[in-house]
């Protein structure tokens, strides 16, 4: 797929790929996770044409207590068919997946799937923890504003789910296995891939 210029953007990797990874730290966040804290990705960077972001990814990241994320375009998961019931996905542009040793669900703005019923029926009634809802961002946004509460996605999820996309971006574009130091908050060890954290500003623009 062609997608913008990284003058500008990362592309669709961040672009799109912030939705489906926000869902999934909606979840590690509330387990205490963080953020994955070692990435290993491969992609595709278009040849010729104006467009020069990632076009197709393939993530697979490990957070500090041994849970694995696999992250990918919607192409690249179908091609690889890598996941389990990814037939049954189908019906979805693109979801997040959660594997247990239960079972999977699959969620996405349009619906919800489950590798068993009871899985399914469990969703109806989950357990004590209860996350907020919000139905439309534009209004969740504004109530947060006239509240002062905190909105669904919050400040630091949408920095974390970011980073996740970056990471992948930077993995690509190096071709290097990255760390991420959760205590400093910065990736280290590459020298190549930290410089691709910032980038330089014109004068008289600092930060």
């Known amino acids: 797929m062609n997608t913008p210029i990284y003058d500008y953007a ?3 990797i961040a672009g799109w790929g912030a939705h489906p990874i926000d869902q999934l730290q909606w979840w590690a966040d509330a387990a205490g996770k963080g953020i994955p804290a ?3 990705t491969t992609g595709v960077l278009p040849t010729e044409g104006l467009f020069d972001t990632v076009t197709h990814w393939d993530m697979e990241a ?3 207590d041994g849970t694995r994320l696999w992250f990918t ?3 690249t998961a179908f091609k690889k068919q890598a996941a389990p019931g990814i037939e049954q996905l189908q019906k979805f542009a693109n979801c997040t997946q959660f594997v247990g040793e239960k079972g999977w669900v699959a969620i996405s703005r349009s619906g919800l799937v489950t ?3 009871e899985l399914r029926r469990k969703a109806k009634d989950p357990g004590e923890i209860r996350l907020s809802q919000s139905k439309r961002h534009m209004l969740g946004f504004a109530d947060a504003v006239l509240t002062r509460e ?3 996605g919050t400040l630091e999820s949408a920095i974390q789910s970011d980073l996740i996309c970056h990471m992948g971006d930077i993995g690509v574009r190096t071709g290097e296995s990255l760390r991420w130091d959760p205590v400093k908050e910065m990736l280290v060890g590459s020298v190549d891939a930290i410089k ?3 980038r ?3 004068a008289p623009w600092s930060l």
Do not use: C, L, N, W
Request: hydrophobic share 30%; proline share 8%; no cysteine.
């Open 38 to 40: 070692t990435y290993k």
């Open 196 to 198: 691709m954290m910032h």
């Open 115 to 117: 590798s068993s019923e």
């Open 150 to 152: 905190q909105p669904v």
């Open 73 to 75: 375009d919607s192409q």
């Open 10 to 12: 990362i592309g669709f």
């Open 200 to 202: 330089p500003m014109r």
């Open 62 to 64: 490990t957070y500090a």
